[in-house]
């Protein structure tokens, strides 16, 4: 059996007010804010993370943002510090994620700093890596994502890796209903274990968990999650009701 407990994590993107986003906490800790056999992240955008995290006071559900920017303050505008996320009480930060590197330009080395600059705030990354259609197509599925996982983990020390979550996001799965299969994933999946023991030796790697992103939902969820090396989800679409992402959260325990 792994040890590693599963992950599941809910991205919210741009959506849920401030309000809508403490309803959806609610029905989210009533179902499964006990539970301690997953761990439950759930990441709304800034603006409702305070409601949010009132609302996650007192549940084992931890709070993640979807952003940071890697200074620590200044002439920024528009952004947020890991001092500002922390005041707040995130523990997680989803970081290079595709919408962030495409429709941002994001590159790896900016997210590198950023990475780094959430483990140095103990907040913890989750890191996201995937190939485009194209790069799949081409062939360069395992040369795209070795790049941006060896690039996205610079300086990274052995100690600190394993607050990392490396989330394997390919990006025409992402909001296309367009799952990987459980092959294509584990393949992945298997290959970013084999780079993390390459960096930082089978026992760190070992205890990293790497998440599938991508279209999950509770019917596809159960065989994906049965993976050897899939250590749980990034969810976006089927995070946005109570309902389906608790579903999730039952697939990942059954899943152990
Ligand atoms: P999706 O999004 O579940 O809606 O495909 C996943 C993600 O972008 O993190």
């Not at 709304?44 to 943002?65: C, I, N, Q, W, Y």
């Not at 505008?77 to 590197?101: K, P």
């Not at 790896?108 to 700093?113: G, T």
Request: aromatic letters at 6%.
């Amino acid at each position: 059996m792994s040890q590693r407990k599963k992950l599941l994590a809910g991205n919210w993107k741009m959506n849920k007010t401030s309000a809508d986003a403490g309803a959806l906490v609610r029905e989210i800790t009533a179902a499964a804010g006990q539970r301690t056999d997953v761990d439950i992240v759930v990441c709304p955008p800034f603006t409702a993370l305070e409601s949010a995290g009132k609302m996650l006071d007192g549940s084992a559900v931890r709070l993640g943002a979807q952003n940071l920017h890697p200074e620590k303050n200044g002439a920024f505008t528009g952004e947020i510090s890991a001092d500002m996320l922390r005041a707040l009480f995130v523990s997680h930060v989803i970081l290079g994620h595709s919408e962030r590197r495409t429709l941002f330009a994001e590159s790896d080395a900016f997210i590198n700093l950023k990475v780094l600059a959430a483990l140095k705030h103990q907040l913890r990354p989750i890191f996201c890596v995937g190939e485009t259609l194209a790069e799949r197509e081409a062939g360069a599925t395992l040369r795209v994502v070795q790049t941006q996982v060896e690039r996205g983990l610079v300086g990274v020390a052995k100690e600190q890796a394993t607050e990392v979550a490396v989330a394997y996001e390919p990006v025409w799965a992402i909001g296309t209903g367009k799952v990987a299969t459980k092959e294509q994933a584990q393949e992945v999946h298997a290959f970013i274990r084999s780079l993390l023991t390459k960096h930082f030796g089978d026992a760190v790697a070992q205890k990293i968990r790497i998440l599938y992103g991508g279209s999950m939902k509770p019917s596809n969820a159960p065989e994906l999650l049965a993976q050897p090396d899939i250590d749980g989800g990034l969810i976006g679409g089927a995070s946005l009701e109570a309902r389906s992402f608790v579903e999730l959260v039952t697939a990942a325990a059954a899943a152990k």
